[in-house]
Every structure is written in C-alpha cells, then in structure tokens.
C-alpha cells in the first residue's frame, strides 16, 4: 500500500516535527563563546537537512540573562549578545527559503526586575502600572501575604523598600510577576505578539503559561502529601492550588487566538507542568479558539521509560482530546539518554526512542543535539551557570548539563567558537559530532532524518490515530492509522532479546537495531505497514 498525501485541510503543524535550539550554546560567530542568531542561521542547512518542518528558538530577547533569557527586560530588542533585528530577520528570511517555519518563545509569566514596567510599577501605589505586578502587603507581623513557595527555593515574595510591599516571583527574585488578570497588562503582551507576528514569524511557544495568573485572594497553597519521593526543595512540598493554573487564563488564551489567527496560519504550543497538568493542557487546547497545541513534562522528568508509563502517558490523549505535543528532550531537562539506559546501551537506545518519539501522535519536539545521541554532560560547580542548580546543589536537575554547546566536528571547540565556551564541551560528546555522523548510514544522525521522512510521507504516522495499545513485559505495539493506511510500530523497551506473540504481516518500513516481525533484540524498533 502506497501513502497518500496529506489532507489539503491539514494545518502545516499538525503532526509537524519541530527542532528546539538553544541560541547560547547552538553556533558562536563572533568568537566570544555564545551562540547568537548569525549562527542559527549558518546552521539552518542542518536542521532543514533532518526533515523538520519548523524551529524553536529558545529566548534571544534584551536581558540581564539572570535565568539566560527568560528574565526578559525588553520583548520586542534583541539582546547584543545574540546579534540585532537585522540578524533577526535575515535568520527568519533564510529559514523560510529551507522551508523552516520559525517558532519563538514568548514569557508571559514575569519579566526582569530591569523592565521598564516593573521600573515604573514598583515606583509608588500610585502610578499608572502600580497593578502590573502581583504585589500585596505584609502580613501583621511583617511576613510575606502566603505560604506560596519560589521554583529555584524559598518564598515566592520578596520585600520591596519603595512600595512597602512584597511582589510576587515563582522563579527568581529577579523575574516579579506579571499582573496578567489586569487587562492592560493583556494588551502589552498581545501588542508583543503582533510585533513579532508582523516580522515574520509563524508561531509561539508559551513559556510556563500556566503560572501566569494567580488566586487575587491570596490563600495559602495546602501542603503535599509525602508519596516517598526526595523532595529537594520547598516548592514540592506544596499542592499549588493558588499560586498558579487560574481558570481566569482561558479568556486570556483566547485574546491571544484571536491575535493569531489575524496572521493567518500560526501555531502556538504551551508549556504546562504541576499538579494538574494533564487537565490544564486539554482545556487550553480545547475547540478551535484556544492554543494549537500543549506539551509538558511526562516525559522530560520521568525517571525511565517503560511501556506502561508510554501507554499512560499517550493513550490518554486520543481523538477528541486536543492536539499534544511530546518532547523527551529539552534546555530544562537532563539528556534522556542518561535518564533512560544504562552508558553502555546509550547508542542502541538512542536508537529506538527515536524511533519511538517520530511514531507519536501529535507534534514531536527534538531538543538540538538529540539526533546525535547527547549524554548529559557533567558540570563542575565552579563553573555552573545556571542558578537552579547553584542553588539546590549538589541535589539538582542541573540545566547546564543539557545546555553544553552543539558538537559540530570532532575537535577540542566542536567548531561552535573560536573562543572560550560558555559551558565545557565533553569528549564524550565530541566524538559524536555532527561531522563525525555524516554520511554514515549507520548512525543515529541518518535514521533520524530516515525517521522524519517516513513520518511526513504516511499520514498514519504525522496524523493517524494511536489505537490498540499493547503491552507485553518491556515490549510495547500500537497502531498508527489513517484512512485506509495502518502501521503497527513496535519497540523493545528493555536490554533484552524478545519473541512478539505475534510476529504479525505487512511490509518492514523501518527496523531499528536489528527488529524483525519475529525477533525485537534489546532496544529495538520496527514500523510494519499492513497489507
């Protein structure tokens, strides 16, 4: 059975493979050990070249880089480490000549304590932005108005001198809440978005979208119960019933749709993690005048993957359940290879969940470097730069390690600078450089864009259902299917060597590692197109 083209009705995201890049760490061209957006550019053949349909640009926007980039003081400059509006439009310019759709992240949480806004806000209780920010008065006895608890540990409120009042932040003391319940707050944000619309760019991906709108009657969160897991910080001690994920956020995702769809066809996708993650992501995602698209952190925080867990996970996002997203990978989570598998099974493994995550439904998210295999790299505390993990250390996810810069050949910089790098390059992960998988047909490089090409030619797998789950000890099937097409995929989860109880018929589209309808060898895959 041949594939059929894709739908005409279908939206250029649906099922679309997005590429995240991290610009710090993706290509420096100016030698001072940063990545900046000339150099995304010069690596644009690269990302094109593995059959993606889009990028992710992590944040590149005017910033004391506090939490490098998403403490944001200006949205609509570009900070002068990673190049300028030019730059910027060139690199929107050459991604869209490659066929590339360019995403950007858009904070709508908090800002920079450098932000004009927040200048002006916390100036008196009198000017005109004095509500633009979640600020509150002391308790009596002078501590702060909750028990709400910050990200990157201890309260969510600090004390400020000027106002007299405590302001909210659940990250840094440096990133204070928006207000976004205040309608002129809404319209700043949106007038962001129509600025960067305008220039060019096809979609957003909201950063911690439901942590934008707080309970304006200040209840104290309850507590967590203990479900014997190492708690590393007082945010996990509390259910965050108040603190975020306000219903009030519909009616706001809603005025950003209609922004939107003023341009035509744009995609947004929302990070939501916490408590109520999976019910929050269906109701952002709910009908056609909310979000595209949702993702959150299943995957990206989940100890090991097993069958039961992908089937948990997935099965609960079928037809008539909105349009996920899944990512095993990203700037916030260790390498899923150093999760997931023991060092010496990393290469087959590497393998097969890639071939696991192109056989979702939904949209699939690669973090940069993931095609080639990346450990987690490991950081001296001396030289961490990321403030999560200097303040939980050593007991942290430590950002750093997933955030070193992208090996592009096999020597002592990975051609990514002429000048120091912001974070070490490993040997490890020299040696798996972009240069290095070139041309190999064995490596994970080629399947990966192997992957990609089956997933935009057979619409069961970039826009089939996911039906018949089944699991079998580490061995897990489903099926893929569209009109008359299906696709059984199956993987071995575990190390070792598996029988299917049934091998089942149709043609092999993809064997990874040595699958074969009668045999999955340890960390293997198989597509089996039916007759």
Avoid at 76 to 91: H, N, R, V
Avoid at 222 to 245: E, H, M, N, V
Avoid at 326 to 352: G, I, K, L, Q, T
Wanted: aromatic letters at 10%; a negative charge.
């Amino acid at each position: 059975m041949t594939a059929k083209p894709e739908p005409a009705a279908a939206a250029w995201w649906r099922g679309a493979a997005i590429y995240q890049i991290y610009p710090r760490s993706f290509q420096d061209t100016d030698g001072d050990g940063v990545g900046d957006l000339p150099g995304i550019t010069r690596r644009l053949d690269h990302v094109a070249s593995l059959g993606a349909d889009a990028i992710w640009i992590s944040p590149f926007f005017t910033s004391p880089m506090r939490d490098f980039g998403y403490d944001v003081s200006d949205y609509c400059g570009i900070d002068p480490t990673f190049g300028t509006l030019q730059d910027f439009d060139a690199l929107v310019a050459r991604a869209h000549e490659l066929g590339l759709k360019v995403i950007l992240d858009q904070i709508y949480a908090h800002t920079s304590d450098l932000h004009p806004w927040f200048a002006e806000s916390r100036s008196s209780r009198t000017n005109p932005k004095q509500d633009w920010y979640v600020w509150a008065d002391p308790k009596p006895d002078g501590t702060p108005p909750t028990n709400w608890q910050s990200v990157f540990g201890g309260p969510a409120w600090t004390w400020d001198a000027r106002r007299r009042q405590y302001y909210m932040h659940t990250f840094l003391k440096e990133q204070p809440q928006l207000n976004l319940h205040n309608r002129a707050v809404q319209d700043a944000v949106l007038d962001v978005a129509r600025f960067w619309l305008e220039r060019g760019v096809d979609g957003f991906r909201l950063d911690a979208l439901n942590h934008a709108m707080h309970d304006p009657l200040l209840r104290d969160n309850p507590p967590a119960p203990d479900k014997g897991k190492l708690r590393t910080r007082p945010f996990d001690f509390q259910i965050k019933r108040y603190s975020q994920s306000h219903p009030d956020m519909i009616h706001f995702i809603e005025r950003l749709r209609a922004v939107c769809d003023e341009f035509g066809a744009i995609h947004t996708v929302a990070e939501v993690g916490g408590d109520d993650a999976e019910a929050e992501r269906k109701a952002y995602t709910d009908g056609n005048a909310r979000l595209d698209s949702s993702y959150g952190f299943d995957f990206l925080y989940a100890p090991e993957l097993t069958p039961d867990f992908v089937v948990e996970t997935v099965c609960q996002w079928e037809e008539g359940h909105g349009w996920p997203s899944w990512a095993f990978e990203n700037h916030d989570a260790p390498r899923a290879v150093s999760r997931w598998c023991a060092a010496e099974d990393m290469a087959r493994f590497a393998r097969m969940k890639m071939a696991l995550l192109a056989a979702l439904r939904g949209n699939i998210i690669l973090y940069q470097g993931e095609e080639l295999g990346l450990e987690q790299d490991e950081i001296p505390f001396e030289l961490l730069q990321d403030p999560e993990a200097i303040a939980n250390w050593p007991l942290t996810l430590s950002r750093d390690g997933a955030r070193t810069p992208m090996p592009w050949r096999n020597r002592p910089l990975g051609d990514f600078t002429t000048g120091t790098p912001w974070l070490p390059l490993s040997p490890a992960n020299l040696a798996r450089a972009v240069e290095e998988q070139t041309g190999d047909q064995a490596s994970l490089l080629s399947l990966t864009r192997s992957l990609l090409r089956l997933r935009s030619a057979h619409p069961a797998l970039r826009l089939g259902a996911l039906t018949d789950c089944v699991v079998e000890g580490q061995m897990l099937e489903f099926a893929r299917s569209s009109g008359e097409e299906r696709i059984t995929c199956r993987f071995n989860l575990g190390p070792d060597d598996l029988v299917p109880a049934k091998a089942g018929g149709g043609a092999v589209l993809m064997a990874v590692n040595g699958a074969k309808p009668a045999l999955m060898p340890g960390y293997s895959a198989l597509y089996l197109l039916e007759d």
